[in-house]
């Protein structure tokens, strides 16, 4: 019976492939200068920053005064609770 293609038995064009690259030093990087690599990772950021969904006017003003209305309550609660905490300190130290 004939061997499926990709089988342990025998390896198949693309593994031969890879393994001849194995060998080589410097891989992709070795041929380009750091410009062309710069370059490259400004193109590479500028395609992802075009997946990125991009929230209305409106969910943004809700999602900053939610932000800040969180921020002002636990300023809140750390004066408290510090408030608390030095006078029981006082009151125990005297």
Known sequence: MADAVGSIDTPDAQDEAQDSKKGRKGGKRA???????????YRQVIAELRKVVWPTRNQLSTYTTVVIVFVVIMIGLVTVIDYGLSHAAKYVFG
Do not use: V
Request: no cysteine.
């Open 31 to 41: 041929k380009k200068g750091p410009l062309k690599r710069l370059a490259l990772f």
